[in-house]
């Protein structure tokens, strides 16, 4: 499963290099302001979609990693490639939190997941927000994502199957309360 993954990370790395290639030698062929321009802003959004996918790789040495800064960094990509422009903010709670690499990967996954959930048009507006949290506690680490916005329920279903086939490969387990527009899901799991 994990030469398939990396496989398929590393299409994926090409076809985002070849994409952004294409689009850079597009702006400089274009013949007005507006159109480099607006073709810049497409190949801006595009490395920022490239930041995220590189952030959710495998990682190639199993060590360990402050979980939180790796998932700064990663909700930072996201922010940056989908949700500042629909008005959602995304914060990761300062802190520092000792986790395996591998471990670290598979949160990352579960945050994207849920935060994706969150952007949808019924998301957006007025004061959109989702904080993430990581902490150890004794031989335990958890994980709390908040946000305050209503989700489409088929795209919620689909995304808590993936979020739950990847907290078994934890296995952990997740819960998630909604409650009018506040929606809590939390993570838990042992520490590797």
Same mark, same amino acid.
């Given at each position: 499963?994990?030469?398939? #993954? $990396?496989?398929?990370?590393?299409?994926? +790395?090409?076809e985002f290099?070849?994409?952004i290639?294409?689009l =850079?030698?597009?702006? %400089?062929?274009?013949?007005?302001?507006?159109?480099?321009?607006?073709?810049? %802003?497409?190949?801006?959004?595009?490395e920022?979609?490239?930041?995220? #996918?590189? *952030?959710?790789?495998?990682p190639?040495?199993?060590? +360990?990693?402050?979980? /939180?800064?790796?998932?700064?960094?990663? !909700?930072?990509?996201?922010?940056?490639?989908r949700? $500042?422009r629909c008005?959602?903010?995304?914060?990761?709670?300062?802190?520092? /939190?000792?986790?395996?690499? @591998?471990q /670290?990967?598979?949160?990352?996954?579960?945050?994207?997941?849920?935060? *994706?959930?969150?952007?949808?048009?019924?998301?957006?507006?007025g004061? %959109?927000?989702? =904080?993430?949290?990581? =902490?150890r506690r004794?031989?335990?680490?958890? /994980?709390r994502? $908040?946000?305050?916005?209503? +989700?489409?329920?088929?795209e919620?279903?689909? =995304?808590?199957r993936?979020?739950? *086939?990847?907290?078994?490969?934890?296995h952990?387990?997740f $819960?998630? #309360?909604?409650?009018? @527009?506040? !929606?809590?899901?939390t993570?838990v799991?042992?520490? *590797?």
């Open positions: 499963m994990r030469v398939l #993954h $990396e496989e398929l990370t590393h299409r994926v +790395t090409r290099s070849a994409a290639g294409t =850079s030698a597009a702006a %400089a062929r274009a013949q007005t302001d507006q159109a480099r321009s607006e073709l810049a %802003a497409v190949q801006t959004s595009l920022n979609f490239a930041r995220v #996918h590189r *952030a959710l790789q495998i190639e040495f199993r060590t +360990t990693v402050d979980g /939180c800064v790796y998932l700064e960094q990663l !909700c930072g990509a996201i922010s940056v490639s949700l $500042e008005g959602i903010e995304l914060h990761v709670l300062e802190g520092t /939190c000792a986790i395996d690499s @591998e /670290c990967w598979r949160l990352g996954m579960i945050v994207a997941e849920l935060v *994706a959930i969150a952007v949808t048009p019924s998301f957006a507006g004061s %959109a927000r989702i =904080s993430v949290a990581i =902490s004794g031989a335990f680490i958890g /994980c994502i $908040e946000g305050n916005g209503i +989700t489409r329920d088929g919620a279903n689909r =995304s808590t993936i979020v739950d *086939a990847l907290v078994r490969e934890l952990g387990a $819960e998630q #309360h909604r409650s009018g @527009e506040r !929606c809590l899901t993570v799991f042992p520490a *590797a």
